[in-house]
C-alpha cells in the first residue's frame, strides 16, 4: 500500500527474486543476497548506530521480534524482571498473540484472550484530548510525564520498552497523535531517567 498500487516495477522485482530463490531463511546467521544488500541500505540511511537489520514477514512480527529483542537485551544482562511494555491506549500493532495484547482498543481486549502480564497502556498522545489553553509544548511534556508516571507506578526494574506509533493511523484513523520528542532528545530526558533507575 505504502508503495502504490500494481507498481509493475515491484512485480517484476519480486518475480525476479523468486525465480533466483525458491526458499530462503533468514533465521539465525542465514540471509540471502538481496537480504545482505538491503540490510546495508536501510544501515546506511538509519541514524549512526542504528547498523543492524532483522527482517520480519510484515508489521505483526516484525513489532514481536521488536519486543522479543528487548527481553533477550534484558535477559542476558541478567536484569530477569524488566518484562513490562508500555504502549498507547488507541495504538493498532498488529494480529499476532502479543502484537494484539499491544493493541489498546476495547474490542481486542473483550473479544479475545490478550496476555495482561505483560502490556501496560497509557493514554495517547491525542491532541484531541488537550485541555484549552494548553500549548502544544505542554500538552507535549504532559504527554511525556504520562509515561514517566507509568514508568515510576510498574517500578523501572519491570519495564524492558515503550512502543509508540509516530503516528497513529490504523486504530482510530484520527491522524492527530501529538509528535512526541525523538527519544534520544532533551524532551524524553525524564522519561530516560526514570528507565535508567531500574
Ligand atoms: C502501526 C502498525 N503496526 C503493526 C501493524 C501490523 O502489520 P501487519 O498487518 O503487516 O502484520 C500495522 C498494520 O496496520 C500498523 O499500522
Known amino acids: 500500500m505504502n508503495i502504490g498500487y500494481g507498481r509493475a516495477e515491484m512485480a517484476e522485482a519480486i518475480a525476479d527474486q523468486i525465480k ?7 533465521f539465525w546467521d542465514k540471509t540471502t543476497i538481496p537480504a545482505a544488500q538491503l540490510a546495508d541500505k536501510l544501515a546506511q540511511l538509519a541514524p549512526a548506530q542504528l547498523n543492524h537489520v532483522v527482517f520480519a514477514q510484515g508489521g505483526s512480527t516484525g513489532v514481536d521480534t521488536a519486543i522479543r529483542l528487548a527481553h533477550y537485551y534484558f535477559q542476558r544482562l541478567g536484569q530477569h524482571s524488566k518484562k513490562k511494555i ?3 491506549g488507541d495504538a493498532y500493532h498488529g494480529g499476532t498473540l502479543l502484537a494484539s495484547t499491544l493493541t489498546g482498543y476495547e474490542h481486542n481486549r473483550t473479544a479475545f484472550h490478550v496476555i495482561d502480564d505483560l502490556v501496560d497502556h497509557i493514554p495517547t498522545p491525542n491532541a484531541y484530548r488537550r485541555a484549552d489553553g494548553l500549548s502544544d509544548l505542554d500538552f507535549r511534556e504532559a504527554c511525556v510525564a504520562e509515561l514517566e508516571h507509568k514508568i515510576v507506578e510498574l517500578g523501572p526494574e519491570n519495564v524492558a520498552c515503550c512502543i509508540m506509533e509516530p503516528i497513529l493511523g490504523t486504530a482510530r484513523l484520527r491522524g492527530t497523535t501529538a509528535r512526541l520528542p525523538p527519544a534520544g532528545g532533551p524532551g524524553m530526558r525524564p522519561v530516560r531517567r526514570a528507565l535508567h533507575r531500574g
Open 86 to 88: 508500555i504502549a498507547f
Open 20 to 26: 533466483q530463490l525458491s526458499y530462503g531463511s533468514t
